[in-house]
């Protein structure tokens, strides 16, 4: 079984900053990319910021100079540095990965996989 492990979030004040970090677990022989996801009470998940395993990096544009993103494709690990957070930025946040595992019976090819998503949360 695949699982993605997330760590980080919690309560900040603004202008301060958190870094979420996410492990995929699991027979995993090929990752294309991963990336965090968020979704705000009310609102549509969006993408926040991804990285594919060759380092090519997208952010949303309202995260772009202040969120930094990285993916370790030998440990699994994808990581987003938050510096100076405003209130907007209070959401769920979620980590996705794509990519291909063995179930032991089977294989699955390139997937998506969701974390659990912690939460963020930015006073003013």
Not at 20 to 26: E, V
Not at 41 to 55: M, W
């Amino acid at each position: 079984q695949v699982q993605l492990t997330e760590s980080g979030g919690g309560l900040v004040q603004s202008g301060e900053s958190l870094k979420l970090s996410c492990l995929a677990s699991g027979l995993i022989f090929r990752i294309d990319h991963m990336g965090w996801y968020r979704q705000a009470p009310g609102k549509e998940r969006e993408l926040v910021a991804a990285s594919t395993s060759s380092g090519a990096t997208t952010y949303v544009d309202s995260v772009k100079g202040r969120f930094t993103v990285s993916l370790d494709n030998a440990k699994r690990t994808v990581s987003l540095e938050m510096n100076n957070l405003d209130p907007a930025a209070t959401a769920v946040y979620y980590c996705h990965a794509q990519l291909a595992a063995s179930l032991g019976s089977h294989d699955i090819p390139v997937s998506d996989w969701w974390g659990q998503g912690p939460q963020v949360t930015v006073s003013s």
